[in-house]
C-alpha cells in the first residue's frame, strides 16, 4: 500500500481494508509509521469490491481512502494427500484424504473413479470434511489404470486426480 500525507500532527496513521467497499472496516496496521508504505498480505477472499482507508490516529475525520475498487481472488484448489492403495479389491474399503483451499466445508465435493481418465463414475457426494472411506466399486472387467478423481460439485473446474493409477479387480 502506498500513500502521501502531509501536515498530519503526528507522523501516525491506521491502515483499514474493506471486502464490501466501505461496509465493514478491518484493522490492517494501527498507530503504523506515516511513511507512505505498508506491505499488505492479501486475505483469501474473493471480492470484486475491496477498499484501502488511511487515517490520522489522533483525528478520525481525517483520512483518505482508495480511489478505485480493486479485486481479490483466491483460486480455489483440491488436493488428494494420501496414496491410494495399488490393488482395489470388490468390496474393500478405500480411504481418500484430501486439502481444500479457500473452499467451505459445506460445499459438497464429488468423488468418481474411471478406468479410461476420460469416462468418470460417481462414488458419492459428500460435505468437504476432507477424508472419505467408502467401498471400492464392483466394476465388469479388471481394470489396471484406474484413477480417483474428487471435484467440486458446483464447479467441475476444481478438482484433483490421483497421481498414481490402481488396479480395480
Same mark, same amino acid.
Given at each position: 500500500?502506498?500513500?502521501k ?15 464490501n ?9 494501527k498507530?503504523t ?20 482507508r ?8 481525517? =483520512? !483518505?481512502e ?6 481479490? /481472488?483466491?483460486?480455489?484448489?483440491? #488436493?488428494? $494427500?494420501?496414496?491410494?492403495? @495399488? ?16 473452499i ?9 473413479y ?6 468418470w ?7 468437504n470434511?476432507?477424508y472419505?472411506? =467408502? !467401498? ?7 481394470? /489396471?489404470?484406474?484413477y480417483?478423481? #474428487?471435484q $467440486?460439485?458446483?464447479?467441475? @473446474? ?12
Amino acid at each position: 500500500i502506498k500513500w502521501k500525507s502531509k501536515n498530519l500532527r503526528r507522523d501516525r496513521v491506521n491502515i483499514y481494508f474493506s471486502k464490501n467497499g466501505g461496509n465493514d472496516w478491518e484493522i490492517i496496521k494501527k498507530n503504523t509509521k506515516d511513511d507512505g508504505y505498508f506491505l499488505f498480505s492479501l486475505p483469501p477472499i474473493n471480492s470484486e469490491i475491496c477498499i484501502i482507508r488511511i487515517e490520522d490516529i489522533r483525528d478520525k475525520d481525517i =483520512f !483518505e481512502e482508495s480511489n478505485f475498487y480493486f479485486s481479490i /481472488k483466491s483460486i480455489p484448489k483440491l #488436493i488428494i $494427500l494420501n496414496e491410494l492403495p @495399488n490393488i482395489w479389491g470388490v468390496g474393500d474399503s478405500v480411504e481418500v484424504s484430501w486439502n481444500s483451499k479457500y473452499i467451505e466445508k459445506q460445499s459438497v465435493v464429488e468423488i468418481l473413479y474411471s478406468t479410461n481418465k476420460i469416462e468418470w463414475n460417481l462414488i458419492d457426494s459428500i460435505s468437504n470434511f476432507g477424508y472419505f472411506k =467408502f !467401498e471400492s466399486p464392483k466394476i465388469k472387467d479388471t481394470s /489396471k489404470k484406474s484413477y480417483l478423481k #474428487i471435484q $467440486l460439485k458446483d464447479d467441475k @473446474n476444481i478438482f484433483d486426480v490421483s497421481l498414481k493409477s490402481f488396479t480395480i479387480i
